[in-house]
Structures are given as C-alpha cells and as structure tokens.
C-alpha cells in the first residue's frame, strides 16, 4: 500500500520567493490534514479539509498561507511571499474519517523540509 | 503554547530494558493517541486510546490513558536498538475541536 506521498522533500529558496508543496493522500481516506513541524513550536495542526472541502483553517499563521485541495488525490500548500521564519518540516496526513476514531488515526507523510534564505 | 507535557524529554535505553514515558496536562482530553518518528521520517501511529482508563497493547508497547483524563503514559518492553526515535503523545482536547494537540516528544537514545 502507498502511504501519503508529499513532494519535494527538501526546498530550498530565497526570502520572496513563491514555495508550493505537495500532496498525494492514501486512496480512500477522506481527510487530509497539514501540519508543521518546529523545533520551537513543535507539531502544529494548518488546516485540515474534508472531502476536499476546507473545515479549520485557523491554523494557517497568516494570509501568505494558502491551500487547495482540488480533488480527492492532490493537495498543495502554497506560500508566497516566503519568509526565513516560513523555514520548517511541513507533513501532510490523511485519515479514513468516517467514525471518529478514524478521524484521529493519522497517516503522516515523509515531509518536505523547507529551507528559506 | 503547548499543553501537553512529555516526560523525559530524552532517555538512553539499554537493550533488553523496559522504559516508559507520560504526558500530562492541566486540562481534560477525549483522545490520546502515540506515535513514533524516525530521523527524516513523518510520525507514525503507534496507539490511539478513546476512553478513560482504556489500556491498549501493540506488540512490546503498551499505552493507558489516566483515568482522571489528563494523562498517559507508554511503555516500551525488552527494548530494541530499533526503538531509538523520538515518541510523541498527541490528544484531542475537549473544548479545542477536532484539532489535535502534540506533546514535545521524549527522544530515545542508545546507551553509550
């Protein structure tokens, strides 16, 4: 079984540049969630869609965060413009949905390290 | 800021030995779940726990969650060179939604 696929793993860019990130979910699972991962503030939940549809965005730090997910297996995570404080592991999660303890038991992905200048 | 406190916040394992780690939080929690996350990996589930007092096994792991709510903890058995990581507790706190909230993580090292 494929697990959740995020591309590229590693970014590396200059400060007011555009960084897009991407995801592919496990097939069949109907959440998908983003995440970044700090040494300072550790695992922090973006926002989380379902159905493609986007629930709670309340994490997103602020209007240079954007995502999409424009079907069941693509999602991306966009920032423009980036920012050295933007620098962080970013995951992408999915899960079944469909009770809530398939809600919570998430599927991470590798993660993209991105790294801004 | 985060709610959820780890202890440790590292160990040395030795193999063979048992080990153990908790999380504890000042508020109440719904769900507690454990993962695991490897050097350049994405976390991986280990245990979810769902009610007060629930203690649940996956192999040599085994996990409880507090029967006042507010804690958890996770125990390693026999321990293997290849439980070397960094665990994480994460729970779904009652007035936050469905958001989960991650603890800072215990890291498990070799001893030297």
């Known amino acids: 079984d494929a697990g959740v696929i995020q591309s590229p793993r590693h970014e590396v860019t200059e400060m007011g540049q555009e960084v897009t990130l991407r995801c592919k979910p496990i097939?069949?699972?109907?959440?998908l969630f983003w995440y970044r991962q700090t040494m300072m503030r550790g695992l922090e939940l973006l926002i989380y869609?379902?159905?493609?549809?986007?629930?709670?965005d309340s994490g997103m730090p602020e209007d240079r965060f954007s995502a999409k997910m424009p079907n069941a297996s693509f999602s991306t995570l966009k920032i423009q413009p980036s920012e050295p404080r933007d620098s962080a592991v970013y995951f992408c999660?999915?899960?079944?949905?469909?009770?809530?303890?398939?809600?919570?038991?998430?599927?991470f992905g590798p993660g993209t390290r991105l790294t801004v200048t | 800021g985060q709610q959820l406190n780890q202890s440790p916040q590292s160990m040395f394992i030795q193999e063979g030995e048992d080990v153990s780690m908790n999380c504890t939080s000042s508020?109440?929690?719904?769900?507690w779940l454990w993962y695991k996350q490897d050097p350049g990996e994405g976390p991986v589930l280990l245990i979810a726990?769902?009610?007060?007092?629930e203690l649940t096994s996956n192999g040599r792991l085994t996990a409880q969650f507090g029967i006042t709510r507010k804690d958890s903890f996770l125990n390693i058995s026999a321990s293997i060179p290849s439980d070397v990581g960094i665990y994480f507790c994460?729970?779904?706190?009652?007035?936050?939604?469905?958001?989960?909230?991650f603890g800072g993580g215990t890291r498990v090292l070799v001893k030297p």
């Open positions: 999660a999915s899960s079944l949905g469909r009770s809530i303890k398939r809600f919570y038991e998430q599927y």
């Open positions: 097939s069949g699972h109907d959440y």
């Open positions: 869609f379902n159905n493609n549809v986007p629930i709670d």
């Open positions: 508020s109440i929690f719904n769900t």
């Open positions: 726990l769902y009610k007060a007092g």
């Open positions: 994460a729970g779904q706190l009652g007035a936050a939604g469905n958001k989960l909230t």
